[in-house]
């Protein structure tokens, strides 16, 4: 927390606005709306966020919408939910995102059969943007509307632009791991207006104007609560800090590994500034000495809690039989990647121990001065 927060906090308390709705939640996407240029619906989740906007999309049955094999399963259920399908495609190794030959190849093919999706998520992947310019060109040659899956990327940018802004919708989220956060929670964005006030709509279960209870049309209990919101208020004012703060940890780690053969960081293309919301590295094993799952294993064994890159999608089991365009890029990124400790509040100390256990994983001595 940055420190504001508990008197936002207190506020929906002391004004007893402890609901859905309030000027907490007015304050928030009032704040946010400024920072990211978009108009902006609070939600409970940034999944929430993902399901309004591929519905606002016009995703239903049968439909089939495209989405990176690479990202947390958060991206693909919404599809689902919808009753359309998913169908993966595989990652560049420039940005570990969505590979854009790839998607104009499958758009090609996808075409070719008078069978387009309906709509791509695209994902900036532990908080770097996707190689914006080709794919939304790409997407809009096919007429394929975008939502950007831009829930580990709050404060990113790809050529100076803002993260979340690419798309004609995008998500954000506020879980309790992101790079701000509400304790759980999310937004939806979009320039559209009438987008985001159809969000809101659906998202307070579609209530008709008037006094009645009427309902025309399905709609989700969706909304952030006015409480939580008031922490959101908070962490926004800290957002560039929390950024600088995981840039300073990854720069750290990278420094620290300059000299370990076979442990490289997660690449940050040339046009893209990264949150970079967790530090991953790539292990080779044979230079490095030890497998990624040896190294996990030892690090566990120092105390030290580390997870593999995202499992891909096309090799869920929840997934099994959908289509997939390549992957072999995705799954060597899971099977070699590993993301270290990132948290913003991690101590100097903690995070020379982390160097210090990876070098030692690898038998290289470490020298304390
Ligand atoms: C890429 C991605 N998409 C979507 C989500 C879903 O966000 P939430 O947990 O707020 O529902 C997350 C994180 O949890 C995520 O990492």
Redesign the pocket.
């Given at each position: 927390m940055g420190g504001s927060e508990q008197g936002y906090a207190n506020e929906a308390f002391r004004l007893n606005w402890v609901s859905t709705v309030g000027p907490n939640i007015d304050a928030f996407e009032a704040a946010f709306s400024q920072r990211i240029g978009l108009h902006s619906v609070c939600l409970d989740?940034?999944?929430?966020a993902?399901h309004l906007g591929l519905r606002l999309l016009g995703v239903g049955p049968d439909d089939e919408v495209f989405c990176p094999t690479l990202?947390?399963v958060?991206?693909a259920n919404p599809i689902r939910y919808l009753g359309a399908e998913p169908i993966f495609l595989d990652s560049e190794r420039r940005t570990w995102n969505l590979d854009p030959d790839l998607l104009r190849r499958a758009l090609r093919k996808k075409a070719a059969t008078n069978r387009l999706p309906k709509a791509l998520v695209l994902?900036d992947l532990y908080g770097q943007c996707a190689e914006m310019d080709p794919i939304l060109e790409t997407a809009a040659e096919f007429g394929v509307p975008v939502l950007e899956?831009a829930?580990?990327a709050l404060g990113a940018t790809y050529k100076r632009r803002a993260a979340g802004t690419f798309g004609r919708i995008a998500?954000f989220?506020?879980?309790g791991n992101?790079i701000i956060t509400t304790s759980?929670?999310?937004m939806l964005v979009s320039a559209d207006k009438a987008l985001a006030d159809k969000a809101r709509f659906w998202a307070t279960q579609a209530r008709d104007p008037g006094i009645a209870y009427e309902h025309s049309e399905m709609g989700y209990n969706y909304r952030m609560s006015n409480v939580l919101a008031g922490i959101g208020i908070g962490q926004l004012e800290v957002l560039d800090l929390r950024v600088e703060q995981r840039r300073a940890i990854a720069a750290r780690y990278a420094a620290g590994f300059a000299d370990v053969p076979g442990i490289e960081p997660m690449p940050e293309a040339p046009d893209a500034f990264s949150t970079k919301w967790l530090s991953c590295f790539l292990i080779r094993e044979a230079e490095f000495g030890v497998s990624r799952d040896e190294l996990m294993r030892a690090l566990n064994e120092a105390g030290i809690e580390s997870r593999p890159v995202w499992k891909p999608m096309h090799l869920q089991p929840l997934f099994a039989g959908c289509e997939c365009f390549g992957g072999d890029i995705a799954r060597d990124l899971f099977e070699r990647g590993i993301c270290l400790p990132s948290s913003s509040s991690l101590p100097v100390e903690d995070q020379d121990y982390v160097i210090e256990r990876v070098k030692a994983a690898c038998g290289m001595t470490v020298t304390h001065v």
């Open positions: 989740s940034g999944t929430a993902i990202t947390f958060a991206s994902v899956d829930a580990e998500a989220s506020f879980n992101k759980g929670g999310g």
